[in-house]
């Protein structure tokens, strides 16, 4: 097995994001750097940092030279960081050494690579905005569609009160209204340029730096941040923290589907879901798996971004590598854990016998709550709630059903809102309501 599921031809399309690991490829990183090469030299040409016959030729080879990956692992390995190598072949593939002298003018290897990574990380969350926005509307139309069907609520694992399968899915739903709300204002500061220099003065460029910065924010599409941050890590800590929590509420979906999915519960059908080996009858739930799976790596992932954000003085090579090592695939995991999810929003069939079977096992002791407040509106609340209490033991243990022990001893209470889901329906059509569905 490769290190990564995502370069791996076998475990690919089971834990990885085609669409969020295109843009972590060696190319698609050189790519991006080349272009912030050629968009730099511009700017500095325009200002008149550098000839401006010289940044034209730099700016048009950057859109047009192709460099292998594999020609700068040997300097990488030296350098710790890709640019010298990236920097000496682009300069070797331009042909024209009077112009190549002015590339990468007065920039440091983390500037280039950081405002790479941004243009990449706008593309990432751009694409994860559009998917939470199909998978909130599809849950939407989910939840609406079973606003009214009852199902058990469980808490730890026990039936507590009759719910509504619409509320159930508006409970996975909720939570990623806020990711998304929370994602627009992270992209926009991951949108951010870098341009330090060296050590984060510009020294090379002299009083130029400030405006050649913004220039090169202005050309890309990114902001400003009016200052070099080599070293300020918050961005990124905030951008683990939130794919951390998305993943961890839609490992919640997983972890309910896995349950009801379950051998004698049984009230959900998933379409296509995984077979085995050797016992045919199996039907395993391997999306809402993968959705936990990836949320706990998600999680141990983050927690190592978090530790990258303690930075030594103006630059500390080895928490930078952390983010390096980790990065990329926290946010693959993400965008599979995200297309996982609206996959397996399509495919839920809930099976309403089933459910029924759930929420009436012949005791009836699903209504227990409602019986006691029943019962209070005619005694003190701790004696309705014992007296009931004590049905329920004799209900287990006896042949008569809760229902028809109260009937027994309180003929005369009024048991009409016992068995009912409350806000449940509501609360589903709400939700619905605010998705526009």
């Given at each position: 097995?490769?290190?990564?599921?995502?370069d791996?031809a076998?475990?690919?399309?089971l834990f990885s994001?085609?669409?969020?690991a295109?843009?972590?490829?060696?190319?698609?990183?050189?790519?991006?750097?080349?272009?912030?090469?050629?968009v730099?030299?511009r700017?500095?040409?325009?200002?008149?940092?550098?000839?401006?016959?010289?940044?034209?030729?730099i700016?048009?080879?950057?859109?047009?030279v192709?460099?292998d990956p594999?020609a700068?692992?040997?300097?990488?390995a030296?350098?710790?960081?890709?640019i010298?190598?990236?920097v000496?072949?682009?300069?070797?593939?331009?042909?024209?050494?009077?112009?190549?002298?002015?590339?990468?003018?007065?920039?440091?290897?983390q500037?280039?690579?950081?405002?790479?990574?941004?243009l990449?990380?706008?593309r990432?969350t751009?694409?994860?905005d559009?998917?939470l926005g199909?998978?909130?509307?599809?849950l939407?139309?989910?939840?609406?569609t079973?606003?009214?069907?009852?199902?058990?609520?469980?808490?730890?694992?026990?039936?507590?009160?009759?719910?509504?399968?619409?509320?159930?899915?508006?409970?996975?739903g909720?939570?990623?209204?806020?990711?998304?709300?929370?994602?627009?204002?992270?992209?926009?500061?991951?949108a951010t340029?870098s341009?330090?220099?060296a050590a984060?003065t510009?020294?090379?460029?002299?009083?130029?730096?400030?405006?050649?910065?913004?220039a090169?924010?202005?050309?890309?599409g990114?902001?400003?941040?009016?200052?070099?941050?080599?070293?300020?890590?918050?961005?990124?800590?905030?951008?683990?923290?939130?794919?951390?929590?998305?993943?961890?509420?839609?490992?919640?979906?997983?972890?309910d589907l896995?349950?009801?999915?379950?051998?004698g519960?049984?009230?959900?059908?998933l379409?296509?879901?995984g077979?085995s080996?050797?016992?045919?009858?199996?039907?395993?739930?391997?999306?809402?798996?993968?959705?936990?799976?990836?949320?706990?790596?998600?999680?141990?992932?983050?927690?190592a971004l978090?530790g990258?954000?303690i930075?030594?003085?103006?630059?500390?090579?080895?928490?930078?590598?952390?983010e390096?090592?980790?990065?990329?695939?926290?946010?693959?995991?993400?965008?599979r854990?995200?297309?996982?999810a609206l996959?397996?929003?399509?495919?839920?069939?809930?099976?309403?016998?089933?459910?029924?079977?759930?929420?009436d096992?012949?005791?009836?002791?699903?209504?227990?709550?409602a019986?006691?407040f029943a019962?209070?509106?005619h005694?003190?609340?701790?004696?309705?709630?014992?007296?009931?209490?004590?049905?329920?033991?004799?209900?287990?243990?006896?042949?008569l059903?809760?229902?028809?022990?109260?009937a027994?001893?309180?003929?005369?209470?009024?048991?009409?809102?016992?068995?009912?889901?409350?806000?449940?329906p509501?609360?589903a059509?709400?939700?619905?309501?605010t998705v526009?569905?």
């Amino acid at each position: 097995m490769p290190a990564s599921a995502a370069d791996s031809a076998i475990y690919r399309n089971l834990f990885s994001d085609d669409a969020t690991a295109a843009l972590f490829t060696d190319s698609a990183e050189i790519r991006a750097m080349l272009l912030v090469e050629g968009v730099l030299a511009r700017v500095q040409g325009e200002l008149g940092l550098i000839p401006e016959a010289a940044a034209a030729y730099i700016d048009r080879s950057s859109r047009e030279v192709q460099i292998d990956p594999t020609a700068l692992a040997a300097e990488t390995a030296i350098n710790g960081v890709p640019i010298p190598g990236l920097v000496a072949a682009f300069r070797k593939a331009m042909q024209a050494p009077e112009y190549a002298q002015y590339l990468h003018w007065g920039a440091t290897s983390q500037d280039i690579m950081e405002t790479a990574l941004a243009l990449r990380l706008r593309r990432v969350t751009a694409s994860w905005d559009e998917s939470l926005g199909q998978l909130i509307t599809a849950l939407g139309a989910l939840a609406r569609t079973h606003a009214d069907l009852p199902m058990a609520a469980r808490t730890y694992g026990q039936a507590a009160t009759p719910t509504s399968f619409g509320a159930a899915v508006a409970g996975w739903g909720h939570p990623l209204l806020r990711h998304r709300a929370r994602l627009t204002p992270i992209a926009s500061d991951l949108a951010t340029v870098s341009l330090g220099g060296a050590a984060g003065t510009l020294s090379a460029m002299g009083s130029d730096g400030p405006a050649v910065r913004a220039a090169l924010a202005q050309a890309l599409g990114l902001t400003d941040p009016g200052h070099s941050w080599h070293a300020e890590r918050d961005r990124i800590g905030v951008f683990a923290a939130w794919m951390s929590g998305l993943a961890t509420s839609l490992a919640k979906m997983g972890e309910d589907l896995i349950l009801m999915t379950q051998s004698g519960i049984n009230e959900i059908t998933l379409e296509g879901a995984g077979g085995s080996s050797t016992m045919p009858q199996k039907q395993n739930p391997v999306g809402p798996s993968v959705l936990v799976a990836l949320a706990r790596q998600s999680v141990a992932l983050a927690a190592a971004l978090q530790g990258a954000g303690i930075h030594r003085q103006q630059r500390d090579g080895a928490a930078w590598f952390v983010e390096w090592l980790t990065l990329p695939q926290l946010c693959i995991s993400t965008g599979r854990a995200l297309a996982l999810a609206l996959e397996l929003a399509g495919r839920i069939a809930p099976d309403a016998r089933a459910m029924a079977r759930g929420l009436d096992d012949g005791t009836g002791l699903i209504h227990a709550e409602a019986y006691t407040f029943a019962l209070a509106r005619h005694m003190p609340r701790p004696e309705a709630q014992s007296r009931i209490k004590a049905l329920c033991v004799e209900a287990q243990a006896g042949k008569l059903s809760l229902p028809e022990l109260v009937a027994r001893d309180f003929p005369e209470l009024d048991l009409s809102a016992a068995g009912g889901l409350g806000a449940a329906p509501a609360e589903a059509r709400a939700f619905a309501q605010t998705v526009g569905v």
